[in-house]
């Protein structure tokens, strides 16, 4: 409660594993025992999940597009996770350990960003079949994984191409004008 207290206030929250209640300027009725955190060996992902599902829960579009905002650095930013921890939020956001409702679908195309970045910047073949076994009661996920990847290499073939004739382009104008 005192991280939600604390995100009305400062319009953002943050995991201190340690007491944080302390540290609200505003508040006047502070708890005189030490602060609890049931969180304490909870992945970060997970906390946000469950940040997310709070927000959906009080109905609160902004705590709950702050969480997202804290997912993304982390999935795409910042951490480098291993294939079993990344099947951890595959369930978290399309298996039956589902932690929140994901109206918009946003955490199913975050986790789909996140793995691809994965499979392509930090894991080998090892770590990709390792990945692919753990996963592949997911069908809908893999289906998606691989269509992505599939567009995403139609744009970058595309855009190469775009700029491959640009090029040709610029190199006839240099011609034109020099000649």
């Not at 809908?140 to 599939?150: D, H, I």
Request: proline share 2%; hydrophobic share 35%; net charge positive.
């Amino acid at each position: 409660m005192d991280r939600f207290v604390n995100f009305l206030y400062l319009n953002e929250y943050q995991r201190h594993i340690e007491t944080e209640v302390s540290d609200i300027a505003h508040a006047e009725n502070k708890p005189d025992v030490s602060y609890s955190d049931f969180t304490r060996d909870m992945k970060s992902v997970r906390f946000d999940l469950e940040v997310i599902k709070f927000g959906e829960f009080l109905e609160y579009p902004a705590l709950i597009q702050a969480a997202y905002a804290k997912m993304v650095e982390q999935l795409l930013t910042r951490g480098r996770f291993t294939p079993r921890a990344m099947r951890d939020f595959v369930e978290w956001t399309h298996g039956t350990d589902k932690v929140c409702k994901d109206k918009q679908g946003l955490l199913k195309q975050l986790i789909v960003g996140a793995v691809i970045m994965h499979m392509d910047r930090s894991w080998g073949d090892s770590q990709l079949n390792e990945f692919l076994g753990l996963v592949e009661h997911h069908p809908r996920f893999l289906s998606g994984v691989m269509a992505a990847k599939e567009l995403h290499k139609k744009k970058l073939l595309e855009s190469s191409q775009k700029l491959e004739k640009k090029k040709r382009r610029d190199v006839k104008r240099k011609r034109i004008t020099s000649g």
